[in-house]
């Protein structure tokens, strides 16, 4: 199993922005689908972003679409995710996941998860 190691989360004001960095033990290129999905207090774990392993087909949540970006390093096996016009309702834990296989909206197909930096966004 692919072992995620995270970075980059922190406290940005309103309207700033944020990358967070999510390094795999392995190749991740044409091995797995990576996805980054955060929790908020008294909420469900929601989906973000996702990236597929051939092709670099990005998929996005509605309510991060045309803000947030992710992509990935082929040499480095890291998969990023640029935040961009952050506000306050994307304050959350932040936490990257992989996968060989599955929907890339489901939380629940993911095998392996990182340990998910804090992201807080002041008004």
């Known amino acids: 199993q692919v072992q995620l190691v995270e970075s980059g989360g922190g406290l940005v004001q309103a309207g700033g922005s944020l990358r967070l960095s999510c390094a795999a033990s392995e190749r991740i290129t044409n091995s797995y689908h990576t996805g980054w999905f955060r929790q908020s207090p008294g909420r469900e774990r929601e989906f973000v972003a996702a990236?597929?392993?051939?092709?670099?087909?990005?998929y996005y949540a509605d309510s991060v679409k045309d803000r947030f970006a992710i992509s990935r390093d082929t040499d480095k096996n890291t998969v990023y995710l640029l935040m961009n016009s952050l506000t306050p309702e994307d304050t959350a834990v932040y936490s990257c996941?992989?996968?060989?296989?599955?929907?890339?909206?489901?939380?629940?197909?993911?095998?392996?998860w990182g340990q998910g930096p804090q992201v807080t966004v002041s008004s």
């Open positions: 990236l597929t392993a051939i092709g670099a087909r990005t």
């Open positions: 996941a992989a996968m060989t296989r599955g929907t890339v909206y489901y939380s629940q197909a993911y095998d392996s």
